[in-house]
């Protein structure tokens, strides 16, 4: 692999937010694809982060950075990847959902997501069933994504589920569900199609969603 598809992908790993976008351009300057760059570069970091997250060698603050890193890079690599036509592997739309303020969690998880090379729509916190449904038609995503951190605002999970089936948009969508007191019998009893316990097994979990999609 070229030098500085190696230094991109230790930038990720090493959180080098503010030296990657000059690390970017010199790839483009050498000639490297904005697609390389993702490919080949800034994904196998963020697939090494990921690694290290879910084995415990790495932690939350750490994998922001990285995180970081990897939306400066894809700041300038975005508008080329539009230009080319390459198309991303899917896309999430996330949120916390109705009543719940929290969302750190969920801004890593939508990192992640990106990071696996998913277009991410994030609507922020405290999202209404009825903001998802009007999002899915609009932004037509593979995948709704929600958080909830409290026992309170896990029912939110379920009604957003309802008012997608009401809206005749469910069927559209796969639904993966996170948080901390949310776990994989809540989400099957809830009928998500799917449950992740961090922001790694999050964009493992989406990247298992499109495949079967
Ligand atoms: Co709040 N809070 N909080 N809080 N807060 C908790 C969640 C709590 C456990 C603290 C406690 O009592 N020990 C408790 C909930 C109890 C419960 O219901 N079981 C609690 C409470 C009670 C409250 C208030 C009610 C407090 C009050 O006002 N009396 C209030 C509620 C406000 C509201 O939401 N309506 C409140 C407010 C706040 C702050 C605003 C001050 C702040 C949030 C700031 C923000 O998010 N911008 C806050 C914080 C920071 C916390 C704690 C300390 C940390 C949460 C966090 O960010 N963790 C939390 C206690 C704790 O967890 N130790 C607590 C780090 C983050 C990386 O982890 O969010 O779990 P987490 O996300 C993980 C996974 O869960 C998973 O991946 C992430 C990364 O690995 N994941 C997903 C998350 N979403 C996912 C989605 C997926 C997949 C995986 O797919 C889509």
């Known amino acids: 692999m070229s030098e500085v598809l190696t230094s991109i992908s230790n930038a990720i790993i090493q959180g080098k937010k503010d030296d990657i976008g000059e690390l970017t351009q010199k790839a483009l300057d050498e000639g490297q694809s904005a697609q390389d760059i993702l490919y080949k570069g800034l994904m196998p970091g963020m697939d090494h982060v990921s690694d290290k997250f879910k084995a415990g ?11 970081r890193s990897m939306a400066n890079s894809m700041k300038i690599l975005k508008p080329l990847l539009i230009e080319t036509g390459v198309a991303m592997i899917g896309k999430v739309l996330l949120g916390t959902v109705k009543g719940d303020l929290h969302d750190i969690g969920k801004n890593l998880v939508g990192m992640m997501c990106e990071g696996a090379g998913f277009e991410v729509k994030d609507l922020g916190i405290s999202v209404e069933p009825e903001a998802f449904v ?41 639904v993966m569900i996170g948080g901390a007191p949310v776990n994989q019998s809540f989400a099957d009893k809830i009928g998500a199609d799917a449950y992740a316990p961090d922001a790694a097994a999050a964009s493992d979990v989406a990247k298992k969603l499109v495949k079967k999609s």
């Open 134 to 174: 009007e999002a899915v038609k609009e932004f037509e995503p593979d995948i709704v994504g929600m958080s909830a951190l409290l026992t309170t605002t896990m029912r939110s999970m379920g009604d957003t589920i309802k008012a997608l089936e009401e809206a005749g948009v469910r069927d559209r969508v796969k």
């Open 57 to 67: 060698d790495m932690f939350v603050p750490e994998v922001m950075r990285s995180a």
